[in-house]
T-cell receptor, first 109, second 112 residues
Framework: GQSLEQPSEVTAVEGAIVQINCTYQTSGFYGLSWYQQHDGGAPTFLSYNALDGLEETGRFSSFLSRSDSYGYLLLQELQMKDSASYFC??????????FGQGTELSVKP | DAMVIQNPRYQVTQFGKPVTLSCSQTLNHNVMYWYQQKSSQAPKLLFHYYDKDFNNEADTPDNFQSRRPNTSFCFLDIRSPGLGDAAMYLC???????????FGPGTRLTVL
């Protein structure tokens, strides 16, 4: 089976940098994705790593190491609007997304 | 704008009364997915369509059915909703399997 683990909650202050880790157990997958979900809203795609290494998209970066079964999402220059839940997800095959349980990020002034 | 639309955004039904949730897309994507998300939990895939091919997840209860009459529309039918089916139901699309998935705003279902 597949499982993903991420911290349940993280707190940081405005302007800071925060890293949300994701470790996984899966026999094989196409890539690691990150989604943002505000309370009551739909998940919004943030980033995707098919290969090992760092992908940068503006203030957000994501990293994958298949050999370590590990990835992270890095958020820089935190803003209040970044307060949300962040999910890592893998696609083992056939289109199915398997999500981690989500990390609730609280950004304080 | 191209998007994934779900109607209604909020749906209230009675225990055991059939309910249908609707999803439409203007992205012309081949794949449409239905996820169930309960409070403070991750979205869980119920099933997906690749074009007209239906793919059910092994642990999706028989109470949940789906229809895709054309490329643009997909419906989720809950035949006899129970209290445990109260959740947010998310529709998503992707151009192909294993591509980025675009989510609709979701329908929050309440079962009384």
């Amino acid at each position: 089976g597949q499982s993903l683990e991420q911290p349940s909650e993280v707190t940081a202050v405005e302007g800071a940098i925060v890293q949300i880790n994701c470790t996984y157990q899966t026999s094989g997958f196409y890539g690691l994705s990150w989604y943002q979900q505000h309370d009551g809203g739909a998940p919004t795609f943030l980033s995707y790593n098919a290969l090992d290494g760092l992908e940068e998209t503006g203030r957000f970066s994501s990293f994958l190491s298949r050999s370590d079964s590990y990835g992270y999402l890095l958020l820089q220059e935190l803003q209040m609007k970044d307060s949300a839940s962040y999910f890592c997800a893998v696609q083992p095959s056939g289109g199915k997304l398997i999500f981690g349980q989500g990390t609730e990020l609280s950004v304080k002034p | 704008d191209a998007m994934v639309i779900q109607n209604p955004r909020y749906q209230v039904t009675q225990f055991g009364k059939p309910v249908t949730l609707s999803c439409s897309q203007t992205l012309n994507h081949n794949v449409m997915y239905w996820y169930q998300q309960k409070s403070s939990q991750a979205p869980k895939l119920l099933f997906h369509y690749y074009d007209k091919d239906f793919n059910n997840e092994a642990d999706t209860p028989d109470n949940f059915q789906s229809r895709r009459p054309n490329t643009s529309f997909c419906f989720l039918d809950i035949r006899s909703p129970g209290l445990g089916d109260a959740a947010m139901y998310l529709c998503a699309t992707s151009r192909e399997l294993n591509n980025e998935q675009f989510f609709g705003p979701g329908t929050r279902l309440t079962v009384l």
